[in-house]
């Protein structure tokens, strides 16, 4: 048959429909999830539990809804109502989902097992480590803060990762400010303890810059009347942009509300050394080196790979990559039966030009040594789902119609093309191939995926004989995840924000705030923490934000 499973890796461990499972034999598999991110908990709510035995490894017993922390740095949103109890969201899982408040130290992939600490460090609890077997490992573990070396950011810097570190930083604010009107001090001191530092323009960075802002000017001015004009914000970028991931029309319009608030961008600027007084920067342009006196520092520059996830790597031969490398069905390259979604991963798509051979073979049916446009569309649809990059060449080169790729360089259409014609024709294609973003979009979706692939699993294995799909009876019997772009928001404060929605749409401004408001209380993980974040809203619109320590 002309199916695409001729030249994708092989799926034995995903489809293989060959094994007999006696009634009797037929124990539960044991999954073993690691984290209780977006990643995890998307792919615990739809898991089939009456097919598998499951449990849940994370430090943190709660699922944060992280596009809401940087709300909380401000007191605009309560940290309580961000985030939901694991045991509430398995609980309606008739327990069957195991949870288990540790963090996973060590994969022993060859033995199949994970070793494990709690996170209470009292006497109280004796078995401090323990270890796991598992038939299936789902990694969900996130990453961490990237701080590129650099020295005194750990120590000294803040970061907005965690829901803890966005508490510490509602605290730290309100202390700057009562720092600043202490008696005695010289109005520079006051200016220093009033002067925050932003490190990345990335959309958290952003967001907290604005958040914060808007808090200042709110409330703050009102309550430290004789400190006000002493404020000052300033977020460093080492690109040429902030928000440079959005469309330019965002980043521009950003870049003009900061200058207009007074929030000062400094662009081309890498920081070297963070001090608990000054922070010491780089200008890429003129290789100047300048140090500037802070009240506090907040680092937010992107993440980098867990260490337990390196050492995973370096045992199943990814060592020398930067981040774990699954295949598009999840599964981690080099490891059989182990999954990885969300932050710690990427998928390694296959590129067309490895592939250029078999599939010009799969599509030639008539074996003639050449395609006709007739049967590489019998194929299109086939390609455009396993190699997404076909579709945004496409798209980048205005082709509405995918046969326009067989056209001859002069641009004339073409009854059929040799194999040398058709690796021309997709020679760029690959050029093209993009890795997922590192957000709470992809994980999500990420694990709704994997747990249909779970399901779907169990049932081919009961049912070895069908149903069979309907197009093609060789193709798989799981499609290769395929990311789902719903648009991006950018909260800008004032009540504005910025989205960037499918399609290249662009909205700016208040209704795109209110657009905002409406998803995220949407999106809530439950009906509690959706009352909860509107409340905190409304109380904001009335009252104004909290500022007690
Ligand atoms: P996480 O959500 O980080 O979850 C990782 C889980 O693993 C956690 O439960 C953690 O406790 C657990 N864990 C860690 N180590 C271990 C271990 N050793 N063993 C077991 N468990 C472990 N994305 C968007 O799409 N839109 C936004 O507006 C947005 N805003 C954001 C704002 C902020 C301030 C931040 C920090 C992120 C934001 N993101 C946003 C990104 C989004 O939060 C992440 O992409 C998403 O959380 C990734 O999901 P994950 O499940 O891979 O990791
Ligand atoms: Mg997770
Ligand atoms: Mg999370
Ligand atoms: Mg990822
Ligand atoms: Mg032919």
Known sequence: SGSLVAYSESQTDVSNTSVKIDE?????RRVVVLGTGWAGISFLKDLDVSTHDVQVISPRNYFAFTPLLPSVTCGTVEARSIVEPVRNIIKKRNGEIQFCEAECIKIDAANKKILCRSTFDNN???????????????????????????PGVVENCHFLKEVEDAQKIRRSVIDCFEKAVLPGLSEEERRINLHFVIV???????EFAAELHDYVQEDLVNLYPTVKDLVK????????????????????????KFSRDGIEVQTGCRVISVSDKEITMKLKSKGEVCSVPHGLVVWSTGVETRPVVKDFMGQIGQGRRRVLATDEWLRVKGCADVYALGDCATINQRKVMEDIATIFKAADKDNSGALTVKEFQDVIDD????????????????????????????????????????????????????NLPATAQVAAQQGAYLSKCFNRRQQCEDNPEGPRRFKGSGRHQFHPFRYKHLGQFAPLGGEQAAAELPGDWVSIGHSTQWLWYSVYASKQVSWRTRLLVVSDWTRRFIFGRDSSR
């Not at 009797?24 to 539960?28: G, Q, S, V, W």
Request: with cysteine; glycine share 8%.
């Open 24 to 28: 009797k034999d037929c124990k539960k």
């Open 124 to 150: 109280l609890v004796g078995n401090e480590e323990f270890s796991l077997g598992y038939d299936y490992l789902v990694i969900a573990v996130g990453a961490q803060v990237n701080t590129f070396n650099t």
């Open 200 to 206: 990345g323009g990335g959309p958290t960075g952003v």
């Open 233 to 256: 914000i300033t977020v460093i970028q080492s690109g040429d942009h902030i928000l440079n991931m959005f469309d330019e029309r965002i980043s521009s319009f950003a870049e003009q």
């Open 383 to 434: 390609i455009l789902e396993r190699y997404p990059q076909v579709e945004h060449y496409l798209k980048s080169k205005h082709l509405s119609d995918v046969t326009d790729l067989l056209k001859d360089p002069e641009g004339n259409a073409r009854d059929e093309v040799d194999i040398e014609g058709f690796k021309l024709a997709l020679s760029h294609v690959d050029s093209q191939m993009k």
